[in-house]
């Protein structure tokens, strides 16, 4: 099994910046990809960004140029730097971790941009 752990979630204004984490333990089988999804209100979750683990990202149209994802295969650690936020990125943000043998997903962590 594997938990992934998030952190980093919040309130912030618009234009402004938040980055994510998400830690990745458990019997975690390589390779792998590693990556954000977002729920909004009503909504189906929808891909944000993803890093496999040789390094290659895959980015949502809407969040190309302002996010940047990255990861640490030593410390299993994904991150997700999100600049000029928006008020439609509010959502609940969930780490994946996808390996040969199923989806893993986090708990989620809410990002709201308000004013």
């Known amino acids: 099994q594997v938990q992934l752990v998030e952190s980093g979630g919040g309130l912030v204004q618009p234009g402004g910046s938040l980055r994510l984490s998400c830690a990745a333990s458990g019997s975690i089988f390589s390779p792998n990809v590693m990556g954000w999804y977002r729920q909004r209100p009503g909504k189906q979750r929808d891909l944000v960004a993803q890093?496999?683990?040789?390094?290659?990202?895959n980015y949502a149209d809407s969040v190309k140029g302002p996010f940047t994802i990255s990861r640490d295969n030593v410390k299993n650690v994904v991150h997700l730097q999100m600049n000029s936020l928006k008020p439609e990125d509010t959502a609940v943000y969930y780490c994946?971790?996808?390996?040969?043998?199923?989806?893993?997903w986090g708990q989620g962590t809410q990002v709201t941009v308000s004013s």
């Open positions: 890093v496999t683990s040789q390094g290659v990202t």
């Open positions: 994946n971790l996808r390996d040969i043998r199923t989806d893993y």
